[in-house]
């Protein structure tokens, strides 16, 4: 009931939100161009441990060829990438994340093999592409694109940021 009550009473102003922006100005400037991606990796070797969801690990070429199919057949079936990474992907530390590699730094992206870079650089969000390389195959989803530059409180998502921020602080201080 406090809870309830606390969130419900806690009002965050324009004022609140111009101020927090001037005063972090800095953290709403964007260094480097970067792609936010999340990866489904398959590889056609046994792997030691697997932990995915459903344990399934590809052990030959073949069978990592007829994975990496299913699972893009899956995707243009309308099935969410997250769950496919969850439940399918042979990396041990992106899979419980959904696949999720948070914003990649273009510069990162130059650094990586051919194939991986070529099915990120210039894709639209919300594309999947297959990359092979090293025997291995990766499932790469653009999610966003961020152009380096300055983001200003016009922009989709950084209002609803400080807006989030603020209440939560608020919050704790009735705490």
Known sequence: VVTQEVGVNIAVTDQDVN???NANR???????EAYHLA???????RDGQVTNRTGDDATTQEAAVAKVRMLMERLKGGADFRDL??????DPESAPRGGDLGFVPVSQIKQSPPPLRDAVLNKAPGSVNVAAANGAFTLVLVVAHEPAGQRDLSMPGVRDGIVNTLRGRKEQLFR
């Not at 800095?26 to 480097?32: H, I, L, P, R, T």
């Not at 990866?39 to 070797?45: E, F, L, M, N």
């Open 26 to 32: 800095a953290q709403f400037n964007v260094a480097e």
């Open 19 to 21: 101020d927090f922006y």
């Open 85 to 90: 990474a969850v439940g399918y992907s042979e």
């Open 39 to 45: 990866q489904i990796v398959v590889t056609p070797g």
